[in-house]
């Protein structure tokens, strides 16, 4: 248990550079994937990496990702496919109820803020979220959400990765970073649109032109990056094995850069 929440820890515990934090796709813990990516960041010992059940025990079952994102949808039949999704849907929908915005955007910070107050201010915080958890990794480097400590206002956070996050609110969810936000887009992917990409451009060029000071950003765009690209994907497949590890890069990079 870590600040309230189940997580899974891996890393160096003891004299860490800094602490990376994922938020996960819907699956969260049970998908053997998500543990193995917090074990990628970790293999290096320079961090202590949290992956925490923001799903507080309720992620979407493992069933649900064989027909939405199948390894090698080349072997899914249009049939079983769309039979799937029709059988899952009443469970899912019901699913998304229990994880409203409110209650869901409430259990991540009040995590990150106990996770802030808690840390050295000489050691940094990144943060990391796939699809679902992407909108509230970004969301985690807003200015809105900025706590007091010591008569200094500081972010939750200090650096995040977005790779295809899901979900987002124009222009709330990204108008005012005060955090450098590394996004990651798939050009194929069919649950986050390649159009969002020129979306947050837009929104933080105008927030420039008038006179907003932005921290740095950059975006990746990944192909094919079909949806779920930096998690699920077939590793028989060239450009999908590719997809998965320079999405791993990106992130090691960019928090290399800035924790």
Known sequence: MIHGLNTYVIGNRTNPRGIIVIYSDI???PL?????????YAKSGEWLVYLPDFFEGDPVPLKTADVLIPVDPTKQAAFAKYTGILARAPSFMMWMTRHKEARTNKVCMDFLQVLRRATPRSQKIGMVGFCWGGKYAIRAGLESNMIEMESEKVPLVDAVVALHPSHLAFPDDVETLVVPVSYGWGLEDVGVKIEQKGQVEEIHAKAKK???KLPEMEHKVYKPGRHGFAVRGNPDDPQERACLEDSVTQVLDWFGRWL
């Not at 053997?32 to 990628?40: K, S, Y």
Request: charged share 20%; proline share 7%.
């Open 27 to 29: 699956f969260g813990l």
């Open 32 to 40: 053997p994937n998500n543990r193995l990516i917090a074990d990628a």
């Open 210 to 212: 008038a006179g907003r």
